[in-house]
């Protein structure tokens, strides 16, 4: 059928029934990205079945690693610095249009990942059939880099399974198991891994029927009326997670809907035009930019084998025994010490809790409870690979400890301490082997967070630093390494933020509009309820810590709700009173009129300190810190870190406005050493290099 062609990225066959497999496997690449160049061959491909009419066609990844990763994002970027998205969606538009028209059945056979573009294609067949497995994972995430799906996801995936299933699914990226893929009609059988393709034959040759009930469903939920009443409904709802002028995006993607008829090629056009605009929004670009930081910190440490399969952790308490939780969780043999059982048993109950709701069996749960074990004594170092010191923060307290740990180590196994700010000069004195200490500070809470700040020093091996990287992506974080001075980088950059805050607050300021207009800069969660959640004890010994490294004071009243036992969230009172795990705000006056530098106040000592990590050489570049600032405090995404957000302000407009509020409040608002780094100049909207280490 295909004599004469040649493809690099689809390899073609056809069986004596008369049934094509096309089989995708784009060259040079380890996974398959959806470009131009398998989009072209794709065409040519469908161009071919139209004439030839084929008994049916399979689709399917010829990838172990799954199906299909989505639209080449590096082909998106330079698209959109050319002006030239609109052309290149309405192609690939027409591409799976072509293949949606085929006048045979044509069914998508789905193993691993399939995501966005990927989505987009399994749409585009009749039938689609799933391997029943833990690796299949199908979503349209297009949302999470600023835009939203552009070849026929809007158009489609609503008038299959019903707008009120499809929109949550767009709107938050969310991934789908093969299981419930199915439930909601996304896909119409699974199978067995090794039965995929023998499946997808017999679903060619007898199409599941959808069901009636979802049928009518999905049509009474498009029609002009429904679109007209559930477009307003999930715009609020929509509204209530995020702001329209930080995220566009979603916003969009609901009017496409909305205004997208019955006829298919009117809902294409809405929707590539709608993309094609929203490629140029600076939340895009900055998103794609995180994207790609996201993947470099990901391919940090290689494919170095990280040597470890045991790890002792010393101390239960929230941090230790979340790190060892997570540890079992993610494969790891661990075992876990403290000073007597009843210290333990608490971080053991926790570890249950989160695999009971992250796995599905109970046999699952009892194997991840097995490799997590108590350890009083401590026998467990002396078999441990890397041993993780998680105690209070006292640096004679942690050298005391080494002291017993170290000589009962054999051969190269990693020291490592989660301290939060405690520079690692003053660690690792009196240690035999420095060259095998380092500091691996996670964050809290352990499995949300998903940053590891690996910290060094001048007499780190660096054999060892790439084992630790490599141990943080066993264990699925994003590692970034920075210099063990005070406060590493990412509380370094918070401190005089929260600090700022707690300030304003003793000042009056009510802690409802703090949070506030925080939110309104687009921070996560406001650092009123934040400093109640990470804990006022965390605070005031973090920024007593800090505070003289900083030039900062500590704020007046912090140190007395500490003593009268009112830390914030795990007290159930701090500087809000906490019910049911939630701040109750009390409400402000409606005539309180906040001050208009309120914001400025509180986000410009990030982005001074931002600014002096870099010229400090806290990081090693520029983007490894806004990497690290965003995944480590969840610093507005969209703005793109603190370095990226001074480029696009202006770098020179921010550095005045620092001045004028050092004249007002004081010497702490100065501009730091800095603000002339050749790394400010740059425009930022090049894609970092994922490779770079």
Same mark, same amino acid.
């Given at each position: 059928m295909f004599e004469g062609l040649r493809f690099n990225h689809w390899k073609t066959s056809e069986s004596d029934d008369g049934i094509v497999t096309l089989a995708l496997d784009r060259a040079g690449s380890g996974v398959n990205a959806i470009s131009r160049a398998v989009l072209d061959e794709l065409e040519q491909i469908v161009e071919r079945l139209a004439i030839e009419k084929p008994a049916g066609v399979i689709i399917h990844s010829a990838k172990p690693s799954g199906f299909a990763v989505g639209a080449d994002?590096?082909?998106?970027? $330079?698209?959109?610095k050319h002006d030239t998205v609109l052309e290149n969606i309405e192609h690939g538009q027409r591409v799976y249009e072509s293949l949606a028209r085929l006048p045979c059945p044509t069914v998508a056979a789905i193993h691993g990942a399939c995501m966005g573009g990927g989505t987009e294609l399994v749409l585009a067949c009749r039938q689609r059939i799933a391997a029943d497995d833990d690796k299949t994972r199908i979503a349209l995430p297009e949302v999470m880099l600023g835009i939203h799906p552009g070849w026929g996801g809007t158009a489609r995936l609503p008038r299959l399974i019903g707008a009120t299933e499809a929109l949550p699914l767009m709107l938050t990226g969310k991934s789908l198991s093969a299981k419930r893929a199915l439930?909601?009609?996304?896909?119409?059988?699974?199978?067995?891994?090794?039965?995929?393709?023998?499946?997808?034959? &017999?679903?060619? /040759?007898?199409?599941?029927?959808?069901?009636?009930? @979802?049928?009518? +469903?999905?049509?009474?939920?498009? %029609?002009?009326?429904?679109r007209q009443i559930l477009a307003p409904m999930v715009y609020k709802q929509t509204a209530a997670k995020v702001r329209k002028e930080h995220y566009p995006a979603p916003f969009a993607m609901i009017e496409v809907w909305k205004r997208g008829g019955s006829n298919i090629q009117q809902r294409l056009k &809405?929707?590539?035009?709608?993309?094609?605009?929203?490629? +140029? %929004?600076?939340?895009?670009?900055?998103?794609?930019?995180?994207?790609?930081?996201?993947?470099?910190?990901?391919?940090?440490?290689?494919? %170095?084998?990280?040597?470890?399969?045991?790890?002792?952790?010393?101390?239960?308490?929230?941090m230790g025994g979340d790190i060892a939780a997570w540890a079992a969780f993610k494969g790891f043999d661990v075992t876990l010490q403290?000073? #007597?059982?009843?210290?333990?048993?608490?971080?053991?109950?926790?570890? /249950?809790?989160?695999? $009971?709701?992250?796995?599905? %069996?109970? $046999? +699952?749960?009892?194997?991840?409870?097995? @490799?997590?074990?108590?350890?009083?004594? =401590?026998?467990?170092?002396?078999?441990?690979?890397?041993?993780? $010191?998680?105690?209070?923060?006292?640096?004679?307290?942690? @050298?005391?400890?080494?002291?017993?740990?170290?000589?009962?180590?054999?051969?190269?196994?990693?020291?490592?301490?989660?301290?939060?700010?405690?520079?690692?000069?003053?660690? /690792? #004195? =009196?240690?035999?082997?420095?060259? @095998?200490?380092?500091g691996l500070h996670f964050f809290n809470p352990v499995a949300q967070m998903p940053l590891v700040e690996v910290v060094r020093h001048d007499q780190l091996d660096p054999a060892i630093e790439k084992r630790a990287l490599a141990f943080c992506k066993a264990i699925g974080k994003l590692p970034v390494v920075v210099k063990g001075t005070p406060g590493f980088l990412v509380n370094r950059i918070l401190m005089p933020y929260l600090l700022e805050a707690m300030r304003l607050y003793s000042e009056g300021v009510p802690g409802p509009v703090l949070d506030r207009e925080a939110k309104k800069f687009g921070m996560p969660m406001g650092p009123i309820e934040l400093a109640d959640t990470v804990g006022l004890d965390v605070c005031a010994s973090v920024g007593k810590e800090l505070a003289p490294f900083l030039g900062l004071e500590v704020p007046p009243g912090l140190d007395d709700k500490v003593a009268a036992g009112k830390r914030g969230k795990k007290d159930g009172q701090g500087l809000y009173i906490w019910q049911d795990g939630k701040p109750q705000k009390p409400e402000v006056d409606k005539d309180y009129m906040p001050p208009p530098d309120l914001q400025e106040r509180m986000i410009l000592p990030m982005v001074n300190e931002a600014i002096a990590c870099l010229a400090d050489g806290v990081v090693d570049d520029a983007d490894l810190l806004d990497a690290g600032v965003i995944f480590g405090t969840g610093f507005a995404p969209f703005r793109g870190g603190p370095i990226q957000y001074a480029r696009s302000e202006g770098v020179?407009?921010? +550095?005045?406005?620092?001045?004028?509020?050092?004249?007002?409040y004081g010497e702490r608002f100065s501009p730091k050493n800095g603000w002339d780094h050749p790394a400010l100049a740059q425009s930022g909207f090049d894609i970092p290099d994922a490779s770079a280490s």
């Open positions: 994002i590096k082909a998106f970027v $330079e698209y959109a439930a909601l009609g996304v896909i119409d059988r699974v199978a067995r891994p090794e039965e995929l393709l023998v499946e997808a034959r &017999l679903l060619l /040759r007898r199409p599941q029927p959808h069901p009636f009930a @979802r049928r009518a +469903k999905a049509w009474a939920s498009n %029609t002009w009326l429904a &809405l929707e590539a035009r709608s993309v094609a605009k929203l490629a +140029k %929004t600076p939340t895009a670009q900055n998103l794609i930019r995180i994207f790609f930081l996201q993947e470099r910190l990901k391919g940090q440490g290689g494919g %170095t084998d990280p040597g470890i399969k045991h790890v002792h952790v010393v101390g239960a308490g929230v403290d000073r #007597e059982m009843k210290y333990i048993q608490p971080a053991l109950d926790r570890a /249950r809790q989160l695999y $009971e709701k992250k796995l599905k %069996t109970p $046999e +699952k749960v009892e194997a991840t409870v097995r @490799r997590l074990r108590a350890d009083v004594d =401590g026998k467990g170092i002396a078999n441990a690979d890397l041993a993780i $010191e998680a105690i209070y923060e006292n640096a004679a307290a942690k @050298r005391e400890l080494y002291g017993t740990i170290e000589p009962q180590f054999q051969a190269d196994e990693i020291l490592a301490s989660n301290t939060s700010s405690i520079p690692l000069d003053q660690l /690792r #004195e =009196g240690l035999k082997a420095p060259q @095998r200490f380092l020179d407009k921010l +550095k005045a406005r620092l001045e004028q509020l050092a004249q007002r």
